[in-house]
């Protein structure tokens, strides 16, 4: 499989090589050449699938022969080695719980299948080179990134973070496992760890001397395989005659973009919801036609306060830049800190349903979504578990939450981390 540059000045690519850079040489984001719709067969028998080879029909396509088919099934394995619930929770309303991974969050799956593809390629090539994994987190990436590389052989991963602005949790997850991850510790914002980062790709006193790449979703092995649980969440539905649609709740919208990829394969997706924070350029754009990024504000639901999100130009190209035909596919909604609270509050004493700031928005957006549009059943994702963002959710309900096992795991863990302050400091420590 071919990839090419959203941004058409940089020639086309191999899905290794897309996968080791990240990021075409011209800052354009990659997208496949093309997308061949799965046999209909093999969708209207997905029951008859286990979760291994449903992911394995949907990715394979976009790896080609790069990666052995024996290989890719190990790869796909070893990354969802837990469960992908769908749990009814109001009427025509379900929940599909991204977050039972090690991590606890959904990014889990992107970080453990691309680690696992950046390995590989490691071992096949000729000059055995390490490649760098550098990463600014504002949570819940950080955390994902270094659980989902931890162990992997010719992968270094350096995580930037922001300090005092990540939870104790997600601050644990990514200092305690030592081996080949590095945590710094950066006194400023998330925006300045980013910054970092940005600087460090362009820097070629760094670039010439080691491989460098991102684990975020602007990477493609983080991006696609996202595609995975829309594929999952329709075999686990009992009604498949009724029309379904998915509420996302989305920040950089690279998971919303994973489902509309497998709406392109052939899975029968109605329609897509987004549902978002007080950062709703996206649904300002579908409703005024203007497409206006802005700096990120912030909100409870930290993990989309994302002012410019970077996969939406592929959600553009995925609708031939048409904006008629996304609206026909997709709708957004954006809610304000105490709407997503008193959502959280009317989930749990009128559905039974714990849900935190992410997930809550995803339902509310849905149900909105369904007041208008009856005859469909709706599925929003639940991107994290509650015990992630205890500080945020509904009054009293964190005293209450048991904490799973592994979580516990990691609190009683030592944190090490390198306190930095400036980019030349982040340049000393990788030359080291
Ligand atoms: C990253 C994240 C999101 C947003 O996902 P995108 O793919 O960036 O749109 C939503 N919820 C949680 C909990 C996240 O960590």
């Not at 890719?72 to 929770?89: A, M, Q, S």
């Not at 599925?379 to 592994?406: N, S, W």
């Not at 990691?410 to 340049?427: G, N, Q, S």
Request: with cysteine; aromatic share 10%.
């Amino acid at each position: 499989m071919n990839y090419f540059s959203l941004n058409k000045k940089a020639p086309n690519t191999t899905f290794e090589e897309a996968v080791v850079k990240g990021l075409a040489p011209d800052k354009g984001l990659y997208f496949p050449e093309s997308i061949t719709p799965l046999p209909k067969e093999f969708i209207e028998n997905i029951e008859n699938y286990s979760n291994n080879e449903i992911a394995f029909e949907a990715i394979k396509q976009f790896v080609g022969d790069e990666i052995p088919e024996n290989e890719l099934k190990r790869i796909i394995e070893e990354t969802l080695c837990f469960d992908f619930p769908v749990f009814p929770v109001d009427e025509n309303i379900s929940s599909l719980e991204l977050y039972h991974g090690p991590t606890m969050a959904f990014k889990d799956v992107g970080a453990r299948f691309m680690a696992r593809c950046l390995g590989y390629f490691n071992t096949q090539a000729e000059k055995q080179e390490d490649v760098t994994v550098l990463v600014a987190t504002s949570g819940d990436t950080g955390g994902a990134v270094a659980s989902g590389f931890l162990g992997v052989k010719g992968v270094d991963v350096v995580i930037l973070y922001p300090s005092g602005k990540v939870s104790d949790i997600q601050e644990k997850q990514l200092t305690t496992l030592g081996q080949n991850i590095k945590a710094l510790e950066v006194s400023g914002t998330f925006d300045d760890c980013q910054a970092m980062v940005k600087k460090a790709f362009l820097d070629s006193d760094l670039t010439d001397h080691m491989k460098l790449t991102s684990a975020n979703s602007i990477n493609i092995a983080r991006w696609l395989p996202q595609m995975f649980y829309f594929f999952f969440a329709y075999k686990q539905l009992r009604d498949k005659s009724k029309r379904l649609v998915f509420s996302v709740p989305s920040g950089n919208y690279g998971n919303i973009c994973a489902g509309m990829m497998a709406q392109k394969l052939g899975l029968p997706i109605e329609h897509f919801i987004t549902g978002t924070n007080a950062n709703k350029v996206v649904p300002t754009y579908l409703e005024t036609g203007t497409y206006e990024p802005k700096p990120s504000i912030q909100t409870i639901s930290n993990a989309m306060d994302v002012g410019a999100p970077s996969n939406f130009i592929r959600i553009e190209e995925i609708h031939n830049n048409d904006l008629e035909a996304l609206r026909n596919n997709l709708s957004g909604f954006s809610y304000s800190d105490e709407e997503t609270t008193a959502t959280m509050g009317h989930l749990l004493k009128s559905c039974n349903y714990v849900a935190e700031p992410h997930g809550a928005i995803g339902y509310v957006a849905l149900k909105n979504y369904l007041k208008t549009n009856k005859d469909v059943q709706g599925i929003f994702l639940e991107t994290a578990h509650p015990v992630k963002f205890l500080d945020v959710l509904y009054p009293g309900v964190a005293e209450k939450l048991e904490i799973p096992p592994q979580i516990q795991a990691v609190i009683d863990l030592e944190k090490v981390a390198t306190e930095i302050k400036e980019y030349d400091e982040l340049k000393a420590f990788l030359k080291s």
